[in-house]
Protein backbone atom coordinates (compact mmCIF):
# COMPACT_ATOMS: atom_id res chain seq x y z
CA UNK A 1 0.00 0.00 0.00
CA UNK A 2 1.31 3.38 -0.68
CA UNK A 3 0.39 6.56 0.75
CA UNK A 4 1.37 10.16 0.53
CA UNK A 5 0.80 11.11 4.10
CA UNK A 6 0.46 9.66 7.78
CA UNK A 7 -2.53 12.03 8.86
CA UNK A 8 -4.89 8.55 10.14
CA UNK A 9 -1.96 6.14 11.20
CA UNK A 10 -1.99 9.31 13.84
CA UNK A 11 -5.23 9.63 14.49
CA UNK A 12 -7.37 9.75 17.27
CA UNK A 13 -9.68 7.54 15.34
CA UNK A 14 -7.41 5.24 15.26
CA UNK A 15 -5.92 4.87 18.93
CA UNK A 16 -9.60 5.03 20.24
CA UNK A 17 -12.03 3.12 17.52
CA UNK A 18 -11.61 -0.33 19.39
CA UNK A 19 -13.74 1.25 22.44
CA UNK A 20 -16.61 1.49 20.23
CA UNK A 21 -16.20 -1.58 17.63
CA UNK A 22 -15.72 -4.70 18.40
CA UNK A 23 -14.03 -6.61 15.36
CA UNK A 24 -15.46 -9.90 15.92
CA UNK A 25 -19.01 -8.95 15.55
CA UNK A 26 -20.96 -7.81 12.28
CA UNK A 27 -20.17 -3.36 11.53
CA UNK A 28 -21.89 -1.70 8.96
CA UNK A 29 -19.72 1.23 8.73
CA UNK A 30 -19.79 3.53 6.11
CA UNK A 31 -16.86 6.13 4.97
CA UNK A 32 -17.65 9.79 3.52
CA UNK A 33 -14.57 10.55 2.01
CA UNK A 34 -11.69 8.19 1.11
CA UNK A 35 -8.45 9.92 -0.04
CA UNK A 36 -6.25 7.50 -0.73
CA UNK A 37 -7.60 4.66 1.41
CA UNK A 38 -5.98 4.87 4.50
CA UNK A 39 -8.85 4.59 6.60
CA UNK A 40 -10.87 2.34 3.99
CA UNK A 41 -7.77 -0.12 4.54
CA UNK A 42 -7.85 -0.03 8.36
CA UNK A 43 -11.50 -0.51 8.39
CA UNK A 44 -11.27 -3.48 6.03
CA UNK A 45 -8.30 -5.39 7.31
CA UNK A 46 -9.17 -4.68 11.33
CA UNK A 47 -13.26 -4.10 11.28
CA UNK A 48 -14.37 -6.57 8.38
CA UNK A 49 -13.21 -9.77 10.11
CA UNK A 50 -17.13 -11.25 10.83
CA UNK A 51 -18.99 -12.50 7.68
CA UNK A 52 -21.43 -9.85 7.85
CA UNK A 53 -19.55 -6.70 8.49
CA UNK A 54 -19.01 -4.57 5.21
CA UNK A 55 -17.66 -1.17 4.36
CA UNK A 56 -19.67 1.43 2.00
CA UNK A 57 -16.94 3.99 0.79
CA UNK A 58 -18.47 7.45 -0.97
CA UNK A 59 -16.40 9.62 -3.09
CA UNK A 60 -16.57 11.71 -5.80
CA UNK A 61 -13.03 11.49 -6.40
CA UNK A 62 -13.27 14.93 -8.05
CA UNK A 63 -9.68 16.22 -8.98
CA UNK A 64 -11.64 20.23 -8.93
CA UNK A 65 -12.31 20.17 -5.52
CA UNK A 66 -10.48 22.90 -4.12
CA UNK A 67 -11.14 21.82 -0.58
CA UNK A 68 -8.91 18.49 -1.36
CA UNK A 69 -5.37 17.68 -1.93
CA UNK A 70 -6.82 15.03 -4.49
CA UNK A 71 -4.86 14.49 -7.26
CA UNK A 72 -5.06 12.97 -10.98
CA UNK A 73 -3.65 9.52 -9.70
CA UNK A 74 -5.42 9.80 -6.22
CA UNK A 75 -8.43 7.48 -7.43
CA UNK A 76 -6.18 4.77 -8.68
CA UNK A 77 -4.35 5.26 -5.62
CA UNK A 78 -7.59 4.35 -3.95
CA UNK A 79 -8.35 1.03 -5.49
CA UNK A 80 -4.82 -0.35 -5.58
CA UNK A 81 -4.60 0.17 -1.80
CA UNK A 82 -8.02 -1.09 -1.06
CA UNK A 83 -6.96 -4.25 -3.48
CA UNK A 84 -4.13 -5.01 -1.23
CA UNK A 85 -7.03 -5.78 1.80
CA UNK A 86 -8.34 -8.81 3.25
CA UNK A 87 -11.79 -7.35 3.27
CA UNK A 88 -11.82 -6.49 -0.71
CA UNK A 89 -14.70 -8.72 -1.11
CA UNK A 90 -16.95 -6.47 1.30
CA UNK A 91 -16.57 -3.25 -0.01
CA UNK A 92 -18.59 -1.28 -2.52
CA UNK A 93 -17.16 2.22 -3.49
CA UNK A 94 -19.83 4.67 -4.29
CA UNK A 95 -17.88 7.21 -7.27
CA UNK A 96 -20.02 10.35 -6.30
CA UNK A 97 -21.02 13.39 -3.45
CA UNK A 98 -22.54 12.79 -0.71
CA UNK A 99 -25.50 14.79 -1.59
CA UNK A 100 -26.42 11.68 -4.05
CA UNK A 101 -25.70 8.67 -1.37
CA UNK A 102 -27.66 9.74 1.07
CA UNK A 103 -30.95 10.55 -0.39
CA UNK A 104 -31.10 7.46 -2.21
CA UNK A 105 -29.36 5.07 0.96
CA UNK A 106 -31.14 2.69 2.61
CA UNK A 107 -29.17 0.94 4.90
CA UNK A 108 -28.38 1.86 8.45
CA UNK A 109 -24.50 2.25 9.70
CA UNK A 110 -23.11 1.25 13.39
CA UNK A 111 -20.07 3.04 12.25
CA UNK A 112 -19.88 6.28 10.16
CA UNK A 113 -16.88 8.30 9.55
CA UNK A 114 -17.09 11.79 7.88
CA UNK A 115 -13.68 13.29 6.23
CA UNK A 116 -15.40 14.28 2.99
CA UNK A 117 -15.74 18.16 2.26
CA UNK A 118 -14.43 20.83 5.06
CA UNK A 119 -16.85 23.26 3.67
CA UNK A 120 -19.50 24.44 6.48
CA UNK A 121 -22.21 23.66 4.61
CA UNK A 122 -21.08 20.00 3.48
CA UNK A 123 -20.21 18.90 6.96
CA UNK A 124 -23.45 20.06 8.14
CA UNK A 125 -25.11 17.88 6.00
CA UNK A 126 -23.37 14.83 6.08
CA UNK A 127 -23.75 14.93 10.09
CA UNK A 128 -27.13 15.39 10.07
CA UNK A 129 -28.04 12.79 7.19
CA UNK A 130 -25.27 10.32 9.13
CA UNK A 131 -27.23 10.71 12.49
CA UNK A 132 -30.58 9.78 10.11
CA UNK A 133 -28.64 6.94 9.17
CA UNK A 134 -26.73 5.44 12.14
CA UNK A 135 -28.26 2.96 13.83
CA UNK A 136 -29.19 2.95 17.46
CA UNK A 137 -26.03 3.07 19.84
CA UNK A 138 -23.76 3.47 16.86
CA UNK A 139 -20.83 6.12 16.44
CA UNK A 140 -20.38 8.95 14.20
CA UNK A 141 -17.18 10.12 14.23
CA UNK A 142 -15.87 13.26 11.86
CA UNK A 143 -12.41 14.66 11.41
CA UNK A 144 -10.72 18.13 11.15
CA UNK A 145 -12.95 19.20 14.35
CA UNK A 146 -10.68 22.25 15.01
CA UNK A 147 -9.33 22.37 11.11
CA UNK A 148 -11.28 25.22 10.45
CA UNK A 149 -13.22 27.26 13.35
CA UNK A 150 -16.07 28.06 11.36
CA UNK A 151 -16.71 23.65 10.95
CA UNK A 152 -16.03 23.44 14.29
CA UNK A 153 -18.79 25.53 15.27
CA UNK A 154 -21.06 23.70 12.89
CA UNK A 155 -20.65 20.70 14.05
CA UNK A 156 -21.53 21.66 18.07
CA UNK A 157 -24.52 23.48 16.43
CA UNK A 158 -25.46 20.52 15.31
CA UNK A 159 -24.79 18.78 18.45
CA UNK A 160 -26.91 21.25 19.97
CA UNK A 161 -29.85 20.74 17.95
CA UNK A 162 -30.19 16.84 18.26
CA UNK A 163 -28.03 16.42 21.88
CA UNK A 164 -31.14 14.37 22.61
CA UNK A 165 -30.54 11.91 20.10
CA UNK A 166 -26.60 12.27 20.84
CA UNK A 167 -24.12 11.65 23.11
CA UNK A 168 -20.71 13.06 23.03
CA UNK A 169 -17.88 10.96 23.34
CA UNK A 170 -14.78 12.97 22.19
CA UNK A 171 -13.84 16.14 20.95
CA UNK A 172 -10.42 16.93 20.11
CA UNK A 173 -8.55 17.27 16.43
CA UNK A 174 -11.50 14.27 15.93
CA UNK A 175 -14.94 14.35 17.16
CA UNK A 176 -17.05 11.92 18.30
CA UNK A 177 -20.75 10.75 18.91
CA UNK A 178 -22.79 7.95 19.60
CA UNK A 179 -26.59 8.03 18.51
CA UNK A 180 -29.03 7.21 21.40
CA UNK A 181 -32.50 7.81 20.36
CA UNK A 182 -34.29 6.79 17.38
CA UNK A 183 -35.22 10.25 15.53
Not at 86 to 113: A, D, L, M, Q, W
Request: proline share 3%; net charge negative.
Amino acid sequence: MHFSNSWFNNSELKNMIHLYLDKNKPNKILEIGCFEGQSSCFFSNEYLKHPESKLICVDPFDVSDITTDLRSNTKQLFYNNIGETSGIHKIKVYEEYSTYFFPRNKEKFNFIYIDGSHLEQDVAYDFISSIYTCEVGGIIWLDDYVYNPKVSLIIDKVFEIYSNHLEKLHCGWQAGFRKTLII
